[in-house]
């Protein structure tokens, strides 16, 4: 069984910066493709960021530049680097990946940008 818990969420001022955590478990970690996801209300759940196994990246057009998808296979955790925050950046963002044919999230972590 695989547990994904995000943290680093809060209220950011525009252009502000934040930095989500999600911690994995389980001891196959080096080989998850990871993804940040995020839904704000009334939106469809977005695909926001992508880190494979070998720690190629990919990102959706609208975060290019500002965000930042990394992981630390020693401490299982990947990570999202928030910069130049924007009021449309506010989101419940959640952490996933899929195994096979199961798909795995965590519970979400809310960022708000507001002044």
């Known amino acids: 069984q695989v547990q994904l818990v995000e943290s680093g969420g809060g209220l950011v001022q525009p252009g502000g910066s934040l930095r989500l955590s999600c911690a994995v478990s389980?001891?196959?970690?080096?080989?998850?493709?990871m993804d940040w996801y995020r839904q704000a209300p009334g939106k469809q759940r977005e695909l926001v960021a992508s880190i494979t196994r070998s720690s190629n990246t990919r990102y959706v057009d609208s975060v290019k530049g500002r965000f930042t998808i990394s992981r630390d296979n020693a401490s299982k955790t990947v990570y999202l680097q928030m910069n130049s925050l924007k009021p449309e950046d506010t989101a419940l963002y959640y952490c996933?990946?899929?195994?096979?044919?199961?798909?795995?999230w965590g519970q979400g972590t809310q960022v708000t940008v507001s002044a």
């Open positions: 389980g001891s196959l970690f080096s080989l998850y493709n």
């Open positions: 996933h990946t899929g195994i096979a044919t199961t798909q795995y």
